[in-house]
């Protein structure tokens, strides 16, 4: 196989233009786009962060994708298994179980069993852990 050939074949298998130069694109593009603070916060808080709204002529808004690198965050997401552990109230509390119900209760009285039935309410040094895990909870 000759010299030629070789580099032909390489050439024709190269994916697009080298890495820096898609780099020094995207920063002269975010360079020009810039986001207030209000329209990126009301964008997290219904998932569309990076995005923007452009007003346009039809009638639902357009959404443009800012390609920063400082723009990239991602949806508030529920961790299930949090969820069905805890119950948040209408006043903002967090309840959660006992332990010590799950098994080995036949040396337990019926009196310890019910109290440890009742749901009781988390602890301050949880509750910080908790806010993190349901984060579209409203918990106080």
Do not use: W
């Amino acid at each position: 196989m000759s010299l030629a050939f070789v580099s032909h074949r390489l050439n024709a298998l190269s994916l697009g233009p080298p890495r820096s130069a898609k780099v020094k694109s995207l920063s002269r593009t975010s360079t020009s786009c810039s986001v207030p603070l209000h329209s990126c916060l009301s964008a997290r808080r219904n998932g569309v962060c990076g995005a923007q709204l452009l007003p346009s002529t039809h009638s639902t808004a357009k959404i443009q994708r800012i390609e920063a690198v400082g723009a990239v965050c991602g949806k508030l997401k529920t961790r299930k298994a949090a969820a069905k552990r805890y119950k948040i109230t209408g006043t903002g509390k967090v309840l959660t179980r006992r332990p010590g119900k799950q098994h080995i209760n036949e040396k337990k009285s019926s009196k310890k069993l019910s109290q440890l039935g009742k749901l009781k309410q988390v602890d301050h040094g949880d509750l910080i852990k908790v806010k993190r895990c349901l984060p579209n909870a409203s918990i106080k």
